[in-house]
């Protein structure tokens, strides 16, 4: 999650880039979140969401990098 909490007993498939903005159901844009993040980043970008939640950017970046994950 890029929360870096436990997924929890519903986790969520997240685009990486919204599909509203052009981003792909594809398994490179997509990810398993906690609810809680899915909720809240919505359609957002990710970077607008790393913003608006004050995560560590370098941090979420490396752990989509670690998945494979273009972002």
Excluded: W
């Excluded at 685009?15 to 594809?26: M, R």
């Excluded at 899915?38 to 560590?56: C, E, M, R, V, Y």
């Amino acid at each position: 999650s890029y929360c870096e909490n436990e997924l929890g007993e519903v986790p969520h498939a997240d685009h990486i880039y919204p599909v509203s903005k052009g981003g792909q159901a594809i398994e490179e844009n997509m990810v398993i979140v906690c609810q809680s993040c899915n909720s809240s980043k919505s359609n957002k970008t990710l970077n607008a969401f790393i913003k608006s939640k004050g995560f560590d950017r370098d941090k979420v970046e490396s752990n989509l990098e670690l998945l494979g994950k273009d972002y």
